[in-house]
């Protein structure tokens, strides 16, 4: 199973970045999460699109349309989910073969904050309506305090925090067979 990771931030130091190669660690057997990289797309622009898609944007559109499903970890910006972020999504969500479409997905996200970015999740997950993809309600996972979870070379120390993941990752794991599954016809359950 494929997972395409998609980190809201471009910062060296990023509490989201560590937090995805923590899920890289933690996935399950079956599992490989490859990172998407996002800070080299142009901001968007239609008149950009008109001669074809610029090449990096090409690129995320490529790697979501050969994913199985995908995992998003979103700070959060002003109460919402980052420019970077949503630029990314913007790229990838317009035709031909919208590759979102139809994907699972799980959400997850880190910020020094109390809320561990409750409300950008609750942002994207509406976007996400509109790009049909599926994204698996619980657990969910708001890394909150996220400064005192890694340590210095970015590594998620918290134990609960991984144990979080884990299940995350399983759920996503199981949701994604599920669709499959029912993709192909057969039972859903
Ligand atoms: C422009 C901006 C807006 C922010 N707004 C919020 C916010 O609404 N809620 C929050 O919890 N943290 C907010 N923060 C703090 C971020 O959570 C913090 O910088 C976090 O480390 C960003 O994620 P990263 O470590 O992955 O880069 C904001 C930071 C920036 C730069």
């Known amino acids: 199973m494929k997972v395409l990771g998609l980190s809201g931030s ?18 399950p057997a079956g599992m490989t999460i490859e990172t998407g990289e996002i800070g080299d797309l142009p901001l968007y622009n239609d008149d950009l699109r008109a001669g074809g898609y610029p090449p990096p944007v090409e690129r995320l559109r490529s790697q979501l349309a050969a994913a199985d499903a995908v995992l998003f970890v979103t700070p959060e910006y002003n109460y919402s989910v980052p420019g970077v972020l949503k ?49 698996i309600n619980k657990p969910e996972v708001f890394i909150t305090q996220a400064n005192t979870k890694f340590d210095e070379a970015g590594r998620l120390t918290d134990e609960a925090t991984r144990d979080h993941i884990r299940k995350l990752l399983q759920s996503l794991a199981d949701w994604t067979t599920r669709l499959q599954r029912s993709a192909a016809g057969g039972s859903a359950a």
Request: proline share 9%; glycine share 8%.
């Open 10 to 27: 471009l910062r060296r130091g990023s509490f989201n970045t560590a937090a995805l190669r923590a899920a890289q660690e933690l996935a």
């Open 87 to 135: 630029n990314a999504i913007d790229w990838a969500s317009r035709p031909p073969n919208q590759p979102f479409d139809g994907k699972p997905a799980a959400i997850m996200g880190a910020s020094p904050g109390l809320l561990g970015t409750a409300r950008a999740q609750y942002h994207l997950r509406q976007m996400l309506v509109f790009l049909n993809v599926f994204p």
